[in-house]
């Protein structure tokens, strides 16, 4: 069974609207959860890292005041994509992990068009 | 920070036949190296892992190898099936057994499996 569950698994939404992913750990307190976006046919891009109780790590070339982080439980994280645009249309996916010596779980992505 | 490189990027075999699927990385200090199977539309799922102290690792039809003085991995699968077609990711990080370290995953490009009936 799953062991991330990310919701919504499809968004559109018209430009300059904000849209809410959220990321939740089924099976274990996630310490740990990490946003990704990834573009048709091409890899996975971290975004950030969201430690529960402690402000995001963002990766080079991200806006945090565009993707807005929230970690305020050890099984919920949430991804806001602030004034979207149609560039900011991908699929997002989240991961999870317990503790850093564990593999990453990933969640079954959110796929975001916007207008 | 981590650069992973991943060949071929697609690669179409027969049903029956083995697939091979190779990385390279450029941080030394790496030492955990996943393997993630991702089919359209779907979650990346984790197949095979392998850390630094271990040179081979092998689960059923799915074989991984790791040169640590090369850094290169590879990803080996045996008696490929249709079911097998996908896009498959490698992809490394630095993990410590202490579960202080960041860990955070660097992903190759991806390859496009195709096995043909």
């Known amino acids: 069974g799953a062991v991330v569950s990310q919701h919504p698994s499809w968004v559109i939404c018209k430009s300059g609207t904000s849209v809410k992913i959220e990321c939740r750990s089924l099976d274990f307190q996630a310490t740990t959860m990490f946003w990704y976006r990834q573009f048709p046919k091409q890899s996975l891009m971290l975004m950030a890292t969201s430690n529960e109780g402690s402000k995001a790590t963002y990766e080079q070339g991200v806006e945090k005041d565009k993707f807005l982080i929230n970690h305020a439980s050890l099984t919920l994280s949430t991804l806001t994509v602030t004034s979207a645009h149609p560039e900011d249309s991908s699929f997002y996916i989240c991961?999870?992990?317990?503790?850093?010596?564990?593999?990453?779980?990933f969640g079954d992505g959110t796929r975001l068009s916007i207008l | 920070g981590e650069n992973v490189e991943q060949h071929p990027s697609t690669l179409s075999v027969q049903e029956g036949d083995s697939a091979v699927i190779k990385c390279t990385y450029s941080?030394?200090?790496?030492?955990?190296f996943p393997w993630y199977k991702q089919e359209l539309g779907k979650r990346p799922q984790l197949i095979i892992d392998i850390r630094s102290n271990v040179g081979e690792k092998k689960d059923q039809r799915i074989a991984v190898t790791l040169n640590k003085t090369a850094k290169h991995f590879s990803l080996h699968i045996t008696e490929t099936q249709p079911e097998d077609s996908a896009v498959y990711f490698c992809?490394?990080?630095?993990?410590?057994?202490?579960?202080?370290?960041?860990?955070?995953?660097?992903f190759g490009q991806g390859t496009i499996l195709t096995v043909h009936p």
């Open positions: 991961s999870s992990r317990q503790y850093s010596n564990q593999p990453q779980h």
């Open positions: 992809a490394a990080s630095k993990q410590s057994a202490g579960g202080t370290s960041y860990g955070k995953l660097t």
């Open positions: 941080d030394s200090a790496s030492n955990y």
